[in-house]
């Protein structure tokens, strides 16, 4: 299979908008790289193809050693696709978990050092150019440990700028509406108001203790809201004293308490770093990573002739391969092929998504008998599993509760006739929204009413009202172009 003048190797993660294959560049004289692709797949709104537009020119901008770089655009046979490095390793969030399964959490200083190099990636982003020399305003609203890649030697990169903000994005920035990671999201980010590079200081700040202790600050249902009235965040005890004071500052409600710039947070956690080892950071790193790394075992000429070749292009995932919320990886990778960590991200449901698919960890050996035992298995199998095996039904009734799952996303749009009200601004928070003199709960909130006029009411915690305000909904009015009443005052 082809995108463009890509191969394309091995599929690595399927999603509901899209996949994530490995691919390769052949040249003249051996020459070959391999690249992440990250394809559009099927026919979807004209809103999510924009994004995916939008989200590559906005990364072939940025040139930083801790940004994921856009190598390359194209389609093929009418379905976009983005080239993407690919990056051997693991996700920032992988790293706190396998850590903690071995036993061995990661030291301050690695957390501190992973974040020093998202940081420098975010300044860059963040002074960005256009052609002209005039600032693009790049704000990348989902920084996480989802987004945060380290390779097995060390390097630290920054990824997904699908949901990104930038001076002169097109109508994705001006009626995106609220996206991004609510356990991430700064107070700014969640009420719909102006974000800037300080709302992504605030995103780091909770991704320095998301690597600490494996949640954010904002874990819990009423964090946000006692944000929103003034009460700072609370930050885990268990974290060092003087880490502890650095990440209160970069989560503090007013962007003006927090940080002024990513780099001057790189500064500050630098001098925390470094006061507390004098290795080099990146050694430090990639020998802390060693032991979380898949076993890689030696080849010979009997096992080159025992293991299975490379994997040829996999056949189509069933209809359940893919969830509302994230992406479920293809049938597990066949032993001889290599770990991966892609740099790809696809919009799944309304809010970007990101992921990072591995294979299991090697065998330690394998003898030539169980090899050949499997061979028939594949032949019994169908079978078993479609007439008579009783472990077959079992998986049907858990595939139904993924609806379920669907409200702590908000779908791409609302059902036929149904459009999309996002209610929110410094002025409208705890407020209950009365739509049509009926209550719709409390604001910021996003709100899905029938097609038509409505009259929105807002009562403030004193008692004071704000409206009523019309609002006209239609069914156009989605995820990605909500109705918006923002009040800032």
């Known amino acids: 299979m082809q995108a463009g003048k890509y191969r394309l190797v091995k599929l690595i993660g399927r999603g509901g908008m899209g996949e994530v294959w490995e691919g390769a560049l052949a040249g003249e004289h051996g020459f070959n790289r391999r690249v992440a692709i990250k394809k559009m797949i099927g026919k979807h709104d004209g809103g999510w193809e924009h994004r995916f537009l939008e989200e590559a020119r906005i990364a072939s901008r940025l040139h930083h050693a801790n940004i994921v770089s856009v190598l390359d655009f194209g389609v093929e046979e009418g379905a976009y696709f983005q080239v993407l490095e690919l990056i ?153 004293e003087d880490v502890r004071a650095l990440i209160a500052k970069a989560v503090s409600r007013t962007k003006a308490d927090r940080f002024a710039s990513a780099g001057a947070m790189a500064e500050a956690m630098a001098a925390l770093r470094h006061a507390r080892m004098s290795q080099d950071p990146r050694v430090a790193l990639r020998d802390f990573l060693a032991p979380l790394a898949p076993k890689k075992r030696a080849v010979g000429a009997l096992d080159a002739l025992l293991l299975p070749a490379e994997v040829p292009s996999p056949t189509p995932a069933e209809p359940n391969a893919s969830t509302a919320t994230g992406v479920s990886p293809p049938p597990p990778p066949r032993r001889a092929l290599p770990w991966a960590a892609v740099a790809g991200s696809l919009a799944l449901t309304g809010a970007a998504a990101f992921w990072i698919v591995t294979a299991p960890p090697e065998p330690q050996a394998i003898p030539p008998l169980p090899v050949r035992e499997p061979a028939p298995a594949p032949v019994q199998a169908p079978p078993r599993e479609v007439v008579t095996a009783p472990p077959e039904p079992a998986p049907q009734p858990k595939a139904a509760p993924a609806p379920r799952k669907a409200p702590l996303t908000p779908a791409l749009s609302p059902t036929r006739g149904e459009g999309v009200l996002l209610v929110g601004g410094e002025g409208a928070q705890r407020a209950e929204i009365l739509v049509d003199g009926k209550s719709m709960g409390f604001a910021p909130k996003r709100v899905e009413l029938p097609a038509g006029s409505h009259d929105v009411v807002l009562v403030r915690p004193d008692g004071s009202r704000v409206g009523p305000h019309r609002v006209e909904i239609t069914a156009r009015h989605t995820d990605l172009e909500p109705a918006k009443w923002i009040v800032q005052d």
């Open 88 to 240: 051997d390793g693991i996700d920032a969030r992988h790293v706190y978990e396998r850590a903690h399964e071995r036993g061995t959490p990661l030291p301050v200083e690695l957390a501190l050092h992973i974040c020093v190099e998202v940081a420098h990636g975010l300044q860059s982003a963040h002074a960005a150019l256009d052609e002209a020399g005039r600032p693009l305003h790049i704000v990348h609203r989902d920084v996480s440990l989802e987004n945060v890649l380290v390779s097995w030697q060390g390097d630290v990169k920054l990824s997904d700028f699908g949901v990104a903000k930038a001076r002169d994005r097109g109508f994705m920035t001006a009626a995106a509406g609220v996206v991004g990671k609510p356990a991430y999201m700064a107070p700014e980010q969640a009420t719909g108001g102006e974000v800037d590079a300080r709302t992504d200081v605030f995103g780091l700040g909770c991704a320095l203790h998301a690597l600490l202790t494996g949640v954010t600050p904002l874990a819990g249902e009423d964090a946000m809201a006692r944000l929103l009235i003034g009460k700072p965040l609370p930050i885990a005890e268990a974290i060092p």
